[in-house]
C-alpha cells in the first residue's frame, strides 16, 4: 500500500506544478500594458483581426474554476478505482491464502 500511496502523492504534486504552470502561463504572457493582445500581422504584413471573445467568458467558455473542477473529478476517480482495486487485491490474497482446515476425528 505504501507504493500505491507514492504514486497517488506523485501524482498529485505533477497536477499541482502543470496546473500552476498552466495558470501562470494562460494568455496573460501576451497582453500588453493596456490589457489588449497585440497587433498580428500575417506573413505579408497585413494587419489580421483577432477573434474577439464572447461576454463574460473565455474564447472556448472554459474558466480555471471549470479546469480545476475537472482535474478534481478525475483524481476522485482515480482514488475511487485505486481504492477498489486494492480492496479487490486484498480480498483475493485473503481467499487464496486461506488454508483448508481438517477436523480431527
Known sequence: MKT???IIVILLVASIV???????????STLEESGQ??????ADGQSLQPTERPEGGDL??????QGLTGL?????????ITLLALMLKRRLRLLISRKPRFVHQ
Not at 502543470?18 to 496573460?28: M, S
Not at 493582445?37 to 500575417?42: N, V
Not at 472556448?60 to 474554476?65: H, L, M
Request: no cysteine; net charge negative.
Open 60 to 65: 472556448e467558455g472554459g474558466s480555471v474554476a
Open 72 to 80: 478534481l473529478t478525475t483524481a476522485a476517480k482515480l482514488a475511487g
Open 18 to 28: 502543470a496546473g500552476g504552470f498552466f495558470i501562470a502561463l494562460e494568455d496573460t
Open 4 to 6: 500505491i500511496l507514492r
Open 37 to 42: 493582445p497585440p497587433a498580428l500581422t500575417d
